[in-house]
C-alpha cells in the first residue's frame, strides 16, 4: 500500500501515537508523518504509507494555516495550559483592538523566532523538553520564520476574571511554533499569555474537509475502500513542474543518469519526471555541470 492520508489528528493524542494505531489498522510499519502536532492541538496530520514516506520532506515544506486562542494574564512553562504556571498579571481593562492588530502587524512577515524549551528542537543532541524536564536551561537557536498571515478573529475580555482571550487565523512556514508566536503577541502588549487552543487547517497541501479520522480509515479498511482515499506521493510534488520521459531517458534515470538540458528540452531548475504513468524522481539543474541530477528518486522499476 502506498500513498498520503491526510488525517485528522484529535485532542489528546500525540502524533506517535496515531501512527502507532495506523500500523495496527494498516498491517504495515512503513509509516511516517509530517509535521507533529503537540498533544493538545488537534487538525490535520498528512500521513505516508508505504513508498510515500520518501515524499514526508516535500510535505513539510509546504505552508500551514492554524485557528486559535491566546489567552492573556499568565503565562506557563510550557507556554500553554498544560505547563505549570509561572506569572501572572490582572489585566484591568480592555485591551484595545487597535493596539492588538499594531502587536500582530509586528509579527507578521519574516521574523526570527527562539523556539520554546518545551519542544523537540535539539541542542547537543539532545532534545529541548529533555533539558527542560531535568530543570536545566541552555541557549536555545533562533530560527528564521515567514508569517504570512496573522489574523484577528475576535477579542473577548472577561471582566470577572480580570484576563482576555484573542481568536486568531495564522498562515506560515514550517517550523513555526505558534505557541511562541501568541506568547510573543502577549509580551507585546505588555502581559504574560498563554495558547488556550489551537486547530491545524492546514497542511501539506491538505485542508481540514480533506481529513480522515482514526475511525474512518479503520471502517475503510474493514470495507476495502481505503485506496479511493488514498493521495498518490506524487501529491506532495505538484507545485514542482512535471515531464513524462521515453524509455531511453528512463533507462538513464534508473541508474542515477544525469541528463542535459536538450534531453529534457527544459530550463526549469527542478523538475519532476514521469515515466508509463508514474512519478520516478525529481531532478535539479547544476549549473556546474550544466545537467541535470537527481534529487530524489521515488522509484527504480
Not at 491526510?6 to 501512527?19: D, H, N, Q
Not at 509546504?62 to 506569572?87: N, P, V
Not at 515567514?146 to 484573542?166: A, C, G, M, V
Not at 520521459?245 to 514521469?274: C, D, F, M, R
Request: aromatic share 8%.
Amino acid at each position: 500500500m502506498d500513498g498520503i492520508i491526510p488525517l485528522y489528528k484529535e485532542r489528546g493524542m500525540t502524533s506517535f501515537a496515531c501512527v502507532s494505531r495506523l500500523r495496527q489498522i494498516l498491517k504495515t510499519k512503513k509509516i511516517g508523518h509530517s509535521g507533529t502536532l503537540d498533544p493538545g492541538v488537534a487538525g490535520v496530520l498528512p500521513i505516508c504509507v508505504g513508498n510515500a514516506t520518501k515524499v514526508v520532506d516535500y510535505l513539510m515544506q509546504s505552508g500551514k494555516q492554524y485557528q486559535g486562542e491566546l489567552l492573556i494574564g499568565f503565562a506557563t512553562t510550557t507556554q500553554d495550559l498544560d505547563g505549570d504556571k509561572i506569572e501572572e498579571k490582572v489585566v484591568a481593562n480592555e485591551i484595545p483592538t487597535s493596539e492588538i492588530l499594531s502587536a500582530m502587524n509586528l509579527l507578521t512577515g519574516t521574523i526570527i523566532q527562539i523556539p520554546p524549551m518545551y519542544s523537540a528542537v535539539k541542542v547537543n543532541g539532545k532534545k529541548l523538553y529533555e533539558y527542560a524536564r531535568a530543570g536545566e536551561t541552555v541557549e536555545r537557536p533562533k530560527r528564521q520564520i515567514t508569517i504570512s498571515k496573522f489574523e484577528l478573529l475576535s477579542s473577548k475580555y472577561d471582566e470577572e476574571n480580570k484576563q482576555q482571550r484573542i481568536r486568531f487565523n495564522v498562515e506560515c512556514s514550517k517550523g513555526t511554533y505558534i505557541r511562541t508566536l501568541v506568547v510573543d503577541l502577549a509580551r507585546k502588549l505588555g502581559y504574560p499569555g498563554v495558547m488556550s487552543l489551537l486547530t491545524r487547517l492546514k497542511s501539506g497541501g491538505f485542508t481540514l474537509d480533506q481529513t480522515l479520522s482514526l475511525d474512518d480509515v479503520r471502517d475503510a479498511v474493514a470495507t476495502q475502500t481505503l485506496q479511493q482515499y488514498l493521495y498518490p506521493l506524487d501529491y506532495a510534488l505538484k507545485d514542482y513542474p512535471q515531464l513524462t520521459i521515453q524509455e531511453a531517458q528512463w533507462k538513464k534515470v534508473q541508474n542515477g543518469g544525469w541528463l542535459s538540458p536538450s534531453e529534457l528540452n527544459t530550463s526549469e531548475k527542478k523538475i519532476v519526471l514521469s515515466f508509463d504513468g508514474q512519478v520516478k524522481a525529481l531532478y535539479h539543474f547544476d549549473p556546474k555541470n550544466k545537467m541535470y541530477k537527481p534529487t530524489k528518486m521515488f522509484a527504480v522499476n
